[in-house]
C-alpha cells in the first residue's frame, strides 16, 4: 500500500510560480512511477507530468517549458514546479504513482489532490 500527500497549492497570479509537493510512503516507494495529473471544474482529469524511478520524465505539451517534475528518493518525495503561470492551469492536482508504465501512465494510487488558483 502506497500513501500520497500533497502540498504546496494555493493563489497565485498569471505569471508567477508554485511548487507542489508530494509525500509517499510504503514498501519500495523508490520504485514506483510518480505522476501529476489536475482535473479542473467541469472537465476530466488529464495527464501533467511523470518521472520514472530513474528519473526519465515525461510531460503534456501543454506545461512543457513551465514545469519540471523532480524526485528525491530519499525523502520519498515528488516536486513539480510551475513556471509562468497561467488562469488555465488552474485546477486541482493530484499526485499519483503507478507499479506499472511511466508514459502512459495508469495510476495504481492517488493522492487527495491540492487546489492551484491562477488568477488574471
Known amino acids: 500500500q502506497v500513501q500520497l500527500v500533497e502540498s504546496g497549492g494555493g493563489l497565485v497570479q498569471a505569471g508567477g510560480s508554485l511548487r507542489l509537493s508530494c509525500a509517499g510512503s510504503?514498501?519500495?516507494?523508490?520504485?514506483?512511477?510518480m505522476g501529476w495529473f489536475r482535473q479542473a471544474p467541469g472537465k476530466e482529469r488529464e495527464f501533467v507530468v511523470s518521472?520514472?524511478?530513474?528519473?526519465?520524465?515525461y510531460y503534456a505539451d501543454s506545461v512543457k517549458g513551465r514545469f519540471t517534475v523532480s524526485r528525491d528518493s530519499a525523502k520519498n518525495t515528488v516536486y513539480l514546479q510551475m513556471n509562468s503561470l497561467k488562469p488555465e492551469d488552474t485546477a486541482v492536482y493530484y499526485c499519483?504513482?503507478?507499479?506499472?508504465?511511466?508514459?502512459?501512465?495508469?495510476?495504481?494510487?492517488w493522492g487527495q489532490g491540492t487546489q492551484v488558483t491562477v488568477s488574471s
Open positions: 518521472i520514472s524511478w530513474s528519473a526519465a520524465t
Open positions: 499519483a504513482a503507478t507499479y506499472g508504465r511511466t508514459w502512459p501512465m495508469t495510476p495504481d494510487y
Open positions: 510504503g514498501r519500495a516507494f523508490s520504485t514506483y512511477a
